[in-house]
């Protein structure tokens, strides 16, 4: 392998224990191999997010991203190069070898790159969903139960079953982060809760305000949230070892969020809600043990 890969695999691995901590500690219970691939599919997406969301988080490091342009411009600039770059199974910037080299080899499918690009792109022009089909067949298709498919090479299921259960985590932690981050969201103009919900209880997150209108809708996503993880776990029995403990480590992990969104009475307007660093060391520990705790369902 090339020290031009090497470099872009380091950065990989930095962008995902900077910006992605669960995902982090997960990967680290996988073989090298396995775990240098994890954190390649979380930079692809972390760029193409911090685009639309944060474009000052991208580093001068990440040339592959363009510096210049719009929003839109700079998007579909770097769309393209990961396209032509795949096509070619190589690239000048270390990230991006290291991202089509990784997927080349592990024979993940292009087209799932396209519907998440496809998602990336809905967030210049949607800034909210009118029901919760809408927001999940829409939206999270591209940018979430996506996310299970691309992972699902690089954790070497036992069976194709596993297909759906990774799909089901995809679209939970994806909700997850959209419980937790209402007050970073509508910073940005956006409102990833379904439009139906909200009018249905009365609430209105634009208030910035805990009410019971609003801890009555929250509850409601919550615990629909929670049975996207009930539907994930029966695919944690359908990977091998190492690959359970670290799926099963961001299982618990992100799940424990929504406890501490509960915790706080539903308060996702003063500050993101987060689990302390030595509780997700010591769920990774228990996963390496053999005993990963059972998630609050």
């Known amino acids: ?137 829409g939206y999270m298709e591209g940018s979430a139960a996506v996310i299970g498919e691309m992972m699902l090479p690089v954790l070497e299921p036992l069976t194709p079953d596993a297909k759906e259960p990774a799909r089901a985590l995809g679209h939970a932690f994806q909700l997850t982060n959209f419980l937790r981050d209402v007050g970073e969201d509508l910073d940005r103009g956006r409102v990833y809760l ?28 919550i615990e629909r949230n929670r049975d996207l993880y009930r539907q994930a776990v029966p695919g944690l029995d359908m990977l091998p070892k190492a690959s359970k403990a670290c799926v099963g480590t961001a299982l618990v992990l992100y799940s424990r969020i929504l406890e501490r969104i509960e915790e706080a009475d539903y308060d996702v307007f003063s500050g993101r809600l987060r689990v302390p660093g030595r509780e997700k060391a010591g769920v990774a520990l228990r996963a390496v043990a053999g005993s990963l705790p059972t998630p609050r369902l």
């Open 1 to 137: 392998m090339s020290t031009r890969v090497d470099a872009g695999y380091r950065r990989c691995a930095e962008l995902t224990r900077e910006y992605g901590t669960t995902y982090y500690w997960g990967a680290r219970l996988l073989p090298t191999a396995q775990r240098r691939d994890v954190y390649t599919v979380y930079a692809l997406c972390r760029l193409a997010d911090d685009i639309v969301d944060e474009p000052e988080k991208v580093s001068e490091d990440d040339a592959a991203v363009p510096r210049d342009g719009t929003t839109e411009e700079r998007l579909d600039g770097f769309r393209r190069t990961f396209f032509d770059s795949l096509s070619r199974g190589t690239a000048e910037q270390p990230v991006m070898a290291a991202i089509v080299e990784s997927i080349n080899r592990r024979g993940t499918s292009p087209e799932c790159f396209e519907r998440f690009f496809n998602a990336m792109e809905l967030d210049l022009t949607r800034t909210t969903w009118a029901t919760w089909e809408d927001l999940r067949d």
């Open 194 to 221: 379904p439009q139906e919900d909200l009018e249905r209880h009365g609430a209105d997150p634009w208030e910035r305000r805990v009410t019971p209108q609003w801890r009555a809708v929250m509850a409601e996503q």
